[in-house]
C-alpha cells in the first residue's frame, strides 16, 4: 500500500504486508487507522501516525474483496465482503488494542 503526501504528491512509504494484490482499502474517520484487504485472505490493519503494522484478521478460503469502517466512539467496527463465501463479516476493534480474531 503506497502512502502518498495529500500536498506533495510525493510517496511517503510503502506499507508491506500481504503477499498478493490489495483489493479493497478504508480509512477511520480521524484518519489514524488504514485499513487494506487482499487477495491473500487477510485484512490488514495500519497505524497512520505511526506507519506501522498493527495485526491482520485472516478470512480463510475467501479472496476479501472489500471493506468498510464504521465508527463507534472510540470503538470502531471493520465491515468486510469475500468473494467465493457468499458472506459479510463484522470484526468490532477497539484502536488501542490489536485487531481481533475473526468470529464465524
Do not use: C
Not at 31 to 38: A, E, I, K, R, Y
Request: aromatic share 10%.
Amino acid at each position: 500500500v503506497n502512502v502518498w503526501d495529500r500536498i506533495t504528491y510525493e510517496l511517503v512509504t510503502t506499507l508491506e504486508h500481504h503477499t498478493s494484490f490489495v483489493n479493497a482499502l478504508d480509512m477511520t474517520l480521524d484518519g489514524q487507522f488504514l485499513v487494506s484487504t487482499s487477495a491473500d485472505q487477510s485484512i490488514a490493519v495500519w497505524d497512520l501516525n505511526t506507519l506501522s503494522y498493527r495485526g491482520s484478521i485472516p478470512w480463510k478460503n475467501t479472496l476479501v474483496n472489500a471493506v468498510a469502517i464504521r465508527s463507534t466512539g472510540s470503538t470502531w467496527q471493520v465491515i468486510a465482503g469475500g468473494q467465493g463465501s457468499s458472506s459479510i463479516h463484522i470484526w468490532n476493534y477497539d484502536s488501542g488494542e490489536n485487531p481481533p480474531p475473526p468470529r464465524p
